[in-house]
């Protein structure tokens, strides 16, 4: 589950998975649910789906999801790619690899950058959650 808050430019995205693996399936769902949803259909019906790999690392949980979320909005930026889903997804203590999946589009300018204002995540009555907020 996500819930996007409206800042005065910013967004803030509150996130909720049943596991921490979790929150980042979700964290890529919800920033490709924005992006698809302002970047319209602009691929043929019969398109082969678009693939990346996507490495990330931190030395802390909530900035390695900042780090995710950032390489997710460079793709955006730079490749027209709408993600969609974590064909594969693999957490280490420091890192991240995944290969996501998704479609080329003209998703918007939209994010300039992934803050670390109220950046958080946790576990809490066995339901994990996480807050970050993106300068848009």
Not at 13 to 35: I, K, T
Not at 91 to 120: F, I, M, W
Request: no cysteine; proline share 4%.
């Amino acid at each position: 589950m996500h819930r996007w808050v409206d800042h005065t430019a910013e967004l803030e995205l509150e996130l909720e998975a049943a596991s921490e693996r979790g929150v980042f399936e979700e964290a890529l769902a919800a920033l490709g649910g924005l992006l698809a949803e302002r970047a319209g259909r602009e691929e043929e019906p019969d398109t082969e789906p678009a693939r990346h790999r996507v490495s990330a690392s931190a030395p802390d949980r909530a900035t390695l999801l900042a780090e995710w979320l950032s390489e997710l909005a460079y793709l955006a930026e730079s490749e027209g790619f709408v993600p969609t889903r974590a064909e594969r997804l693999e957490l280490t203590d420091d890192a991240l690899e995944a290969t996501v999946v998704g479609r080329r589009a003209s998703p918007p300018h939209l994010v300039k950058a992934v803050t670390y204002h109220r950046l958080a995540i946790w576990e809490e009555n066995e339901t994990w959650r996480a807050r970050v907020i993106f300068d848009v």
